[in-house]
């Protein structure tokens, strides 16, 4: 796939902690030839690593957002999608920095987005197909179909889309509200997307679209029932059981998402502390569902070992 001119009203934004300068610069070089403007949001300080990476010249204009401190990823997409709806721009492609998006990618999903609007559907989000990076032993996000719809054009619906690599109808999204502030990190958006639909809106990933993506810091696999799960640290452990378990009290979670929570949480559970040979696992996800269940939200206020 090569490179095509930027989409009228398209802008990138990204979110950045701590980042690998050298795969930034390739994420930048694939990107900037295809939008109008690429939004950093720094979760971190940046250190002259990144500040050098940063003032390479590129085809678009570079705009820096936040002040270094770790706002979350929710608040992160919010302050990106309002700056970009504020600068007229009609579509915000979110990435974070663990994709590697291909060359062109912006427009190829512009152009499914424009298909899909004259094919009489109401694409909140469209991205590509996550695949796990090569060489980097990390697990390939799981992905759902949605009940009950069918595929167009190349692209199929989905329950939800990670959030990296996703093409945000910046319309819809002022239509649906913003992702969750208070999740910080973690089913933001899953819980978005789960909003969309409820509202009349659709979610889309293009087949025929891969974009490399590491999840997790390893692979945790189960041979015999076959599951794989992402190898985390403690507190991600605990922000992913708080925010599934706080997705309960949610009239727009369908009902079949909530009656696996628990057992999925469950077994999770048990898999972790056997491979870590402790019991820090069981204590991150047991905090996790009894913060979401009485609603304590917000940047991650316990400390974690591991």
């Not at 910046?170 to 649906?176: D, G, Q, S, T």
């Not at 599934?244 to 559970?269: C, D, G, N, S």
Request: charged fraction near 20%; charge should be positive.
């Amino acid at each position: 796939m090569t490179a095509r001119p930027a989409a009228p009203g398209l802008a990138a934004g990204i979110v950045l902690f701590h980042p690998e300068p050298d795969a930034l610069a390739q994420t930048l070089a694939a990107l900037a030839p295809g939008v109008d403007a690429l939004y950093l949001f720094l979760n971190a300080p940046a250190d002259e690593a990144l500040r050098a990476c940063l003032r390479r010249p590129l085809p678009a204009p570079v705009i820096l957002l936040n002040d270094g401190r770790n706002l979350g990823l929710g608040t992160a997409y919010n302050r990106m999608a309002a700056a970009a709806r504020a600068a007229g721009h009609a579509t915000l492609l979110l990435l974070d920095q663990d994709s590697a998006p291909p060359p062109g990618m912006p427009a190829h999903l512009q152009a499914m987005h424009r298909r899909l609007r004259a094919a009489g559907e109401c694409p909140a989000v469209i991205g590509p197909h996550p695949v796990a990076a090569e060489g980097s032993a990390t697990k390939t996000p799981r992905l759902f179909l949605r009940h009950g719809s069918a595929p167009v054009d190349g692209a199929r619906p989905l329950e939800f889309l990670i959030s990296s690599g996703s093409l945000l109808d910046l319309a819809a999204f002022e239509a649906i509200g913003g992702f969750r502030d208070d999740f910080f990190i973690d089913a933001v958006d899953i819980e978005w997307c789960f909003r969309a639909w409820a509202r009349h809106f659709s979610c889309w990933m293009v087949s025929g679209l891969a974009m490399p993506h590491r999840l997790g810091q390893g692979l945790v696999r189960v041979p015999l029932i076959g599951l794989q799960l992402a190898r985390q640290p403690c507190f991600r452990l605990y922000t992913y059981a708080r925010n599934q378990t706080a997705m309960l009290r949610l009239e727009h979670v369908p009902l079949r998402w909530k009656l696996k929570l628990f057992p999925y949480i469950a077994l999770q559970a048990a898999i972790h502390c056997m491979i870590r040979r402790d019991t820090a696992a069981l204590r991150a996800f047991a905090r996790g569902i009894a913060d979401g269940l009485a609603r304590r939200m917000g940047p991650v206020r316990h400390r974690f070992v591991g």
